[in-house]
């Protein structure tokens, strides 16, 4: 089902720090940086081979992110696994009784599709499968 790491999306505290942190011990320079107002986050992404690693900042207290930021500090957020055939996937998953968010598959702002798993169903860890 997992073909390989889709992205690491981490929650951070200062998107700045982060930004200046990677580029100053990593050499790593952003491949784009933005603002959803809608979700209420700032983000930076890197690009390492096919995986994204994401940044984001939360900019709303109500969100899921900021939320997790508040409880558990800053860290990792979720691992997104690439998958194919995603449709085909949430099918076979929802036929096992597995529970899944947002009615079935999102669209990030970048494009890609996903899939996330219910928390109240998936060991209080947030699996999200990707696609594109």
Do not use: C
């Not at 959803?36 to 690693?53: F, M």
């Not at 899939?115 to 169903?121: A, E, G, I, R, Y």
Request: proline fraction near 2%; charged fraction near 25%.
């Amino acid at each position: 089902m997992f073909m390989f790491v889709h992205h690491v999306h981490y929650v951070v505290e200062d998107l700045e720090k982060v930004i200046s942190y990677m580029e100053k011990n990593f050499e790593m320079l952003l491949d784009h940086k933005g603002e959803d107002t809608e979700r209420g986050y700032n983000e930076a992404i890197y690009k390492v081979g096919r995986t994204l690693i994401e940044f984001t900042q939360p900019t709303k207290t109500d969100t899921s992110m900021a939320k997790f930021l508040q409880q558990k500090g800053p860290g990792v957020f979720h691992v997104a696994w690439g998958t194919d055939l995603l449709e085909e996937k949430a099918k076979r998953l929802a036929s096992k009784g597995v529970k899944l968010r947002d009615s079935g598959i999102g669209k990030s702002p970048r494009g890609y599709k996903t899939l996330n798993f219910d928390l109240s169903d998936s060991i209080g860890t947030l699996f999200q499968l990707a696609q594109g």
